[in-house]
């Protein structure tokens, strides 16, 4: 069974048709990639999966189950993270206030609970370790490398059990060596179960570590391939219209 | 010898020292110090148990706003009403217990009135995304101009039934000869520090302060904190006004003008960043002390009363002086 299955989604806006009769499927411990031009509707699509926005038409079921969310912390509950192109942190909190940003872990009892400093840093330092990524819970964001912020904004996703994990432009703007950070992290929650969506403009990046291809151009899904047998060259086509569509 | 990823983890990049040296608050505190101990040197007035006694009533006054404020400036706004709510409130209080009422219903009516417009601020703020300095702006004046409309323009010093117990929670000093308005003061201070630092709202505060795009997508009720924040600090703007009914035993219309400018000082000079996303509850009461110690010290060493806007102007220019300084070093 699919962990998540959109049917039919579609969304407008007054008169603009931003998404149109999309259709796909999500794997457990798959990573796929959506591509397209600027406003080909990747972003509107990824923002109904994360309950910012509801669908005008269509369908969506969360492992059978139907899907209804009216904002984004809906999405949260149900196992859907959101890592935010801009990343979302702030720079004057430390690492672990950032994963914990929103939910942050109390002790002590009634009214007399406070944040528990201790299992914050603790946990947020497991979860670093486990993304092999050298970032310190108690250092301040502002100080950090953009693949440690990476690494803050990934760990957030992996505070509660995510079923999927929609990444918007990770990859955007970062060093070459942060780069190859990134995609490790992105295989650290596949080999976890977890169903990763990235969204980039970058090629180089779908094809090293997505295992299937989602193209979109103006509203419309043009091809949904495996990577192995697709090029770069061909989803360069889907893009900009050279090719029409591919089964 | 090696070095393991999770030893690289737990490692505590500053040490205590560095941090005490990186802080603003911590030179204040020596420049508050060094201040004093020139002053007791130079002048003979100085180091007076009645100078002591004056200089820190007026300090607290300051401070309790400062607390206040404090949460706000952190929330990256502003508060210019302050002053005119510190007015307001006062004004509330005096006339109600003017009109007979006892202490308590006083009270609750100035605390009431505080909240409100606190609330008003808040929600025009957070909600109708006005930006906070011409909301406050606006509340500057119109608040003065109710307790104006309250009072008629008289000054207040009758008090009705209530008129000692009144006296006595603002003049008195029931614990250990410390002057009451200092206990409300150190009260409020650990109240905003636990506050700021233990609490999930402290922490979303500064989230707030840091980056309020990312703190409403990481699902922090943002508008209701910024709502809050308002709230606090006319609140803390009445229970200072409150306070300083019962110290001078008379409320004018002209209480607390002028205040904001020395409030929002007191934060400044003490560590707040009118950016947004730091400051402390110790920073806003040193900060007060700095600017007290300051105006008291031009009045000993004989120095025309005229040039104090000049000097708090410019520790104001100066505390954000060094806070660029600070962060030209960061930046490359």
């Not at chain 2, 009422?101 to 006083?106: D, L, M, N, T």
């Amino acid at each position: 069974m699919s962990v998540l299955e959109l049917a039919n989604i579609s969304k407008h806006f007054g008169a603009i048709q931003a998404v149109n009769d999309v259709s796909f499927s999500l794997e457990a411990g798959e990573v796929v990639g959506l591509m397209g031009d600027n406003g080909a509707g990747k972003s509107t699509l990824v923002k109904m999966i994360a309950g910012n926005f509801r669908p005008s038409h269509g369908t969506m079921h969360l492992e059978g189950k139907e899907l209804v969310m009216h904002k984004p912390d809906d999405a949260r509950q149900h196992g859907i993270e959101i890592v935010h192109q801009d990343l979302a942190l702030c720079n004057n909190l430390t690492a672990a206030a950032n994963v914990y940003l929103g939910r942050e872990l109390r002790k002590g009892v009634g009214p007399f609970r406070v944040l528990d400093y201790g299992a914050m840093y603790k946990r947020a330092g497991q979860l670093f370790a486990e993304l092999k990524s050298e970032t310190r819970p108690r250092d301040l964001v502002k100080q950090m490398s953009g693949g440690q912020r990476q690494a803050v904004a990934i760990a957030r996703t992996m505070l509660s059990q995510a079923k999927i994990v929609l990444m918007d432009e990770p990859t955007a703007a970062i060093s070459v060596r942060q780069v190859a950070e990134v995609l490790n992290l992105i295989r650290h929650l596949r080999d976890q179960g977890i169903a990763v969506v990235l969204i980039s403009h970058r090629m180089p990046d779908v094809f090293d570590v997505a295992d299937r291809v989602i193209v979109m151009r103006r509203g419309r899904k043009v091809a949904d391939k495996r990577i192995a047998s697709s090029s770069p060259e061909e989803v360069t086509g889907l893009i900009t219209g050279a090719i029409e569509q591919v089964a | 010898m090696a070095v393991t990823l999770d030893q690289t983890i737990a490692q505590k990049q500053h040490t205590f020292l560095s941090r005490l040296f990186a802080n603003q608050t911590f030179w204040v505190v020596i420049a508050v110090i060094l201040a004093c101990l020139f002053l007791s040197v130079a002048t003979d007035s100085f180091a007076t148990s009645k100078n002591l006694f004056n200089i820190t009533r007026n300090v607290t006054f300051t401070a309790i706003v400062a607390l206040g404020m404090t949460f706000v400036i952190i929330t990256g706004g502003i508060d210019l009403s302050v002053g005119s709510v510190l007015c307001l409130s006062s004004m509330v209080l005096a006339v109600t217990m003017h009109a007979g009422y006892s202490i308590e219903v006083g009270i609750l009516a100035s605390i009431a009135t505080a909240l409100v417009v606190g609330a008003f601020n808040g929600v025009l703020i957070a909600y109708l995304g006005f930006p906070p300095f011409v909301v406050t702006l606006g509340m500057l004046s119109v608040a003065r101009s109710l307790a104006m409309v309250a009072s008629n323009n008289t000054v207040v010093f009758q008090f009705g039934p209530d008129h000692q117990k009144l006296l006595a929670l603002g003049g008195g000093a029931w614990v250990f000869g410390i002057a009451n308005p200092v206990l409300y003061m150190i009260i409020l201070a650990l109240i905003t520090g636990f506050i700021l630092r233990w609490t999930k709202f402290g922490r979303h505060i500064f989230a707030i302060g840091g980056n309020e795009h990312a703190a409403t997508l990481t699902g922090v009720p943002v508008k209701q904190i910024k709502v809050a924040v308002y709230m606090i600090s006319a609140l803390s703007a009445g229970l200072a006004g409150i306070i300083q009914t019962g110290w001078l035993g008379a409320v004018t219309t002209n209480l607390g003008n002028g205040m904001e400018l020395q409030v929002i000082a007191a934060t400044v000079i003490g560590g707040a960043n009118l950016a947004g996303g730091v400051g402390t509850a110790l920073g806003a009461i040193v900060g007060a002390a700095l600017i007290e110690v300051i105006r008291n010290s031009l009045g000993l060493l004989g120095i025309n009363a005229f040039w104090q806007g000049t000097f708090i102007g410019g520790a104001i220019i100066l505390a954000v002086l060094f806070d660029r300084i600070r962060n030209f070093r960061r930046s490359d």
